[in-house]
């Protein structure tokens, strides 16, 4: 993907106002993360040191997979991004 500033992010996600997901429902996302992860690597699209650092922060901080969808887009500049969201796009750090 790209080389995420991981604390940057970790603190912007904290300033964030959203639910953050239970012990239980966090068990459930690393599961399938892990899964998701599994298919990719099977893919031959194998994830960076730097792409796992990012995912398993966004499960630290309990963010909910479509959360994290939308940050991810919103990191990337996307055009479907929410631009409501307080984060910062890669490019304009």
Do not use: Y
Request: hydrophobic letters at 45%.
């Amino acid at each position: 993907m790209s080389d995420f500033d991981i604390e940057t992010i970790r603190r912007q996600v904290r300033a964030m106002d959203f639910v953050r997901g239970t012990p239980a429902e966090i068990a459930i996302w690393q599961e399938d993360m892990a899964d998701s992860r599994a298919n990719l690597v099977i893919e031959d699209m194998i994830p960076t040191l730097n792409d796992d650092a990012f995912f398993a922060m966004m499960l630290d901080e309990g963010v909910p997979p479509p959360l994290v969808s939308q940050i991810l887009l919103r990191l990337l500049d996307h055009p479907d991004a929410d631009r409501s969201l307080p984060v910062t796009p890669m490019g304009t750090h």
